[in-house]
């Protein structure tokens, strides 16, 4: 049986992100988390005017107006910059196995957020699976002893969920723009590490990386950051469907949790597992819903 192309690009994008918390965990401990942003969003947005670069097609950012320019600097200060700052920040007091899942929960934000920005309504079935998801926030965070919250590191557990909350609204607004994926990432991630670095300048905690810190840096910038979203777009460009390549990114939780134990040594507990299962029924049953809604206008709107 012959395996689509979409089927790989995705496979692959999804081992590469799957890698991302265990190379954040392990990063950090040879730099500090701004320091690690810098070096990673630079190699990143160096990777991506490359590519652009390849395809011809750096005159057309050059072109842009002032008006694409400004809305990328805000897209830049949205992620790379306040996006993971506040995420690396979380890796630096939580565990990689609750770090991660909590970040996954981003899926819900946007339906949440679609309610003020889209002007969307959240139906009993949406809220439903909100809250069936945010049980599994609650397991992960207490570590299973829901009753108790005393060994809750509640500022780690806010910044992993704020840090999705400004992932659904980059998505949201991303959407919206028209511009070419690859051409909107790397102004972004040019404008990111310069925020950045000034950030870094302020505040004097410049680092000047060892090998390790080096590798995990041009890591992270390569294959959480950069390629490894035009793979993904490959996948999707290649796909008959999105629904085709979209469920892979189901797989990215678990998959990092065994990097984790590989990787970071550390050892998953079941109230992890336990409740990343929650949410991520949280996350599929919102999704079929969405879609069977979807399925039901187009019927209506087709006769």
């Known amino acids: 049986m012959r395996i689509s192309r979409a089927i790989i690009y995705a496979a692959l994008a ?24 810098f070096y990673a969003s630079l190699t990143s947005a160096v990777t991506l005017l490359l590519i652009l670069a ?22 830049g200060f949205l992620n790379p910059f ?45 809220l439903i699976a909100i809250l069936i998801s945010f049980l599994g926030v609650i397991v992960i965070s207490t570590r299973g002893r829901m009753i108790s919250f005393e060994q809750v590191n509640l ?26 994926e690859i051409q909107k990432l790397s102004l972004s991630f040019c404008f990111g590490t310069i925020l950045t670095l000034v950030l870094i300048l302020l505040t004097g905690r410049l680092q000047f990386p060892s090998a390790a810190g080096w590798t995990g840096a041009v890591y992270i910038g390569l294959f959480e950051m950069g390629i490894t979203f035009v793979i993904w ?19 990215t939780p678990f998959l990092s949790l065994f990097f984790i134990n590989l990787l970071v040594g550390e050892s998953i507990r ?15 049953l919102q999704q079929s819903h969405q879609f069977l809604r979807f399925r039901r206008l187009n019927r209506k709107t087709n006769g």
Not at 15 to 28: G, M, P, Q, R, Y
Not at 162 to 176: D, E, G, P, R, T
Not at 233 to 251: G, H, P, R
């Open 14 to 37: 999804v081992l590469l992100w799957s890698t991302a918390a265990s190379a954040f965990k392990i990063s950090l401990r040879y730099l500090d988390y701004l320091s690690l942003l």
């Open 54 to 75: 390849g395809k011809g097609k750096i005159k057309e950012i050059i072109r842009y107006p002032l008006k694409s320019y400004l809305r990328s600097f805000f897209m």
């Open 82 to 126: 306040l996006y993971y700052v506040i995420l690396f920040k979380a890796y630096t007091l939580l565990p990689a196995q609750l770090a991660q899942p909590l970040n996954f929960v981003w899926p819900l934000m946007i339906v949440i957020l679609s309610v003020p920005l889209l002007r969307q309504k959240i139906g009993m079935k949406s």
């Open 155 to 180: 500022k780690g557990v806010i910044l992993a969920l704020a840090s999705s909350l400004v992932w659904a609204v980059f998505w949201i607004l991303n959407m919206k723009d028209k511009r070419g």
């Open 233 to 251: 777009l490959k996948a999707l460009q290649s796909a008959i469907s999105t629904a085709q390549v979209n469920n892979f990114i189901y797989l």
């Open 270 to 284: 079941l109230s992890t597992i336990s409740g990343l299962i929650l949410i991520v029924c949280g996350i599929v």
